[in-house]
């Protein structure tokens, strides 16, 4: 008896061990899941506003900092969003 369960657990085919990896392969692929779900979702919202005239101006604005003719654009930068450049001691 003591052999037949020492043998189910560690040296066949089947073993608790193995079913121990796959399943934490399971979990790892099932999260993976939820993250690219998550990214799809992201991904239409961000498709859906661009379809129109407005989004697509405001990510011209925003992003690549375009503008309209005779029209200034100033950008403000605060203090706690400029990377700190370390003295050296």
Known sequence: MFVF??????????SLLIHRELNQDITDLEDEKAY????????KKAIKEL???D?????????????K????????????????EKKDE
């Open 36 to 43: 690219y779900k998550n990214e799809i979702e992201k991904d």
């Open 5 to 14: 369960a020492i043998w189910m657990l560690f040296i066949d085919s089947n």
């Open 55 to 67: 989004g697509i101006e405001k990510l011209a604005r925003e992003k690549y900092y375009m503008k």
């Open 51 to 53: 379809s129109t005239e």
């Open 69 to 84: 003719e005779n029209e200034d654009i100033y950008i403000i930068e605060y203090e706690d969003s400029l990377k700190l």
